[in-house]
């Protein structure tokens, strides 16, 4: 028996929607369709701004999932409308809703969204916040997706990490011989696109042109690199509480002479080491890295992490047939099938939570 899903993707990046068709049977999960719509930029800079402390929250959050639930409903009519699929034929969308907050160490996360919205407007049953049921049992909440990616990847023989590089970067670890590990290794795309959007008033740096551009500065890396949470082990989740715009200014205040393609060359190889550098603690030998994620079209970013693993072949997933910009997506429908199915698929071993546990919450149709 195989059942038709959509997940719903808005990642740190804020950049757009991701829509993902699947068909998932028991094994195999199959991409069929997908749909990607950028963020007005009204409701971007509303989502942006929930990211830190402000006036009349509450409200402006409100607001603001409205919109989001909006966009997303009219995305997914689209879709089944160009695949000529009525909603009765969808078994549920998984929907992960927008991170504004993240903070597990307070005991929080918070993903805003409507799915109540979301499946009035779709007639589609809809699950959602998936992540606060781990943190509710003393994990992380994040990153989520190594159970998916063990299922996608797990047949693979070699020793693979699985690197996805959204606004932040993640790892699954995949071997023979151990239960699936993984954790937040930093900044992915996010401080990439605010220097360039604040340097050149450009979304991101189109296949790493800029970075590539510039000389890495030594004294400036060393600098971003001396933040503890570098140095923690996982379990560990990070986002925009932590790494973003004000926190890179703060440090360039000590370096004031640095070009500002110095700078986006430095943040790349900030990305690229802090990744390479986890591997390599937590997997002391990896034959494979599959990357997905944005980031997986950065050519200077790959570029940098090849350099640095020498002996890891470092490749997109596109190399197994699998489109990088869709994984995240595809997982939140995949997590949709576990909620039904009461499959656990949260992992103690990547977010540190107490024990196995069905994520999410059902909006019926």
Not at 70 to 87: R, V
Not at 214 to 222: H, I
Not at 316 to 340: K, N, Q, R, V, Y
Request: aromatic share 6%; charged share 15%; proline share 4%.
């Amino acid at each position: 028996m195989s059942y038709l899903y959509i997940g719903v993707m808005s990642g740190t990046s804020l950049d757009g929607l991701d829509i993902a068709l699947i068909e998932q049977a028991s094994h195999t999960t199959r991409l069929i369709a997908t749909l990607y719509r950028p963020l007005p930029d009204p409701l971007r800079c509303a989502l942006l701004q929930l990211c830190s402390p402000g006036d009349d929250e509450l409200a402006r959050a409100a607001i603001a999932e409205n919109q989001w639930a909006e966009l997303a409903a009219d995305c997914i009519n689209t879709l089944l409308q160009q695949q000529s699929l009525a909603a009765e034929q969808i078994r549920a969308i998984g929907s992960h809703g927008q991170t504004v907050r993240h903070e597990p160490t307070r005991g929080f996360t918070i993903q805003i969204g409507n799915p109540a919205l979301l499946a009035e407007r779709t007639g589609i049953r809809v699950i959602a916040d998936f992540r606060r049921r781990d943190v509710a049992a003393g994990g992380q909440g994040a990153p989520l997706v190594p159970a998916f990616h063990e299922a996608l990847f797990g047949s693979e023989q070699q020793c693979t990490a699985i690197l996805n590089i959204g606004g932040f970067s993640n790892l699954s670890l995949l071997t023979a011989e151990h239960e699936v590990h993984g954790f937040d290794c930093g900044p992915g795309n996010v401080l990439l696109d605010a220097w360039i959007q604040h340097c050149r008033n450009e979304s991101y740096d189109r296949d790493g042109a800029w970075g590539a551009s510039g000389t890495v500065q030594q004294a400036l890396l060393s600098d971003l690199l001396s933040d503890p949470f570098f140095s923690t082990h996982g379990p560990k989740s990070t986002g925009r509480e932590l790494f973003n715009l004000n926190w890179l200014l703060s440090h360039l205040k000590r370096h004031p002479q640095v070009a500002e393609q110095d700078v986006q060359a430095t943040l790349v190889e900030l990305t690229a080491r802090s990744i390479c550098e986890a591997l390599q603690q937590a997997q002391t030998q990896t034959d494979r890295l599959l990357v997905c994620g944005g980031g997986a079209h950065n050519r200077y970013l790959m570029a940098r992490m090849s350099a640095l693993l020498a002996s890891t072949e470092v490749a997109s997933t596109s190399s197994c047939g699998i489109d990088p910009d869709w994984i995240e997506a595809m997982a939140f429908a995949w997590l949709a099938h576990c909620t039904l199915e009461g499959i656990a698929a949260n992992r103690p071993s990547v977010t540190g939570a107490r024990g196995l546990r069905v994520l999410g919450a059902i909006y019926p149709a």
